[in-house]
């Protein structure tokens, strides 16, 4: 290959690459967000708190949901 085909390639290559890590960029749910929730296991809890229906669960961290 030429010189100016590796150049463009590399500078090409550089400019399409993301600037930051995609997985620093994704926003971490800390739990779901339900119009209707529920139990989904008998480790979970329903808990009012601020006016809202809460769910936790103390076997799976998954299952926590919140109303509204």
Do not use: E, W, Y
Not at 5 to 15: C, I
Not at 34 to 44: A, E, L, Q
Not at 45 to 50: Q, S
């Amino acid at each position: 290959m030429s010189f100016l085909t590796q150049f463009t390639r590399s500078a090409f290559q550089q400019f399409t690459r993301p600037a930051a890590n995609p997985s620093i960029l994704t926003l971490v749910r800390t739990m779901k967000v339900r119009s209707s929730v529920k139990k989904m296991c008998d480790g979970c809890t329903t808990v009012r708190r601020r006016g809202k229906l809460f769910v936790t669960c103390s076997k799976n961290k998954k299952h926590k949901q919140r109303q509204g």
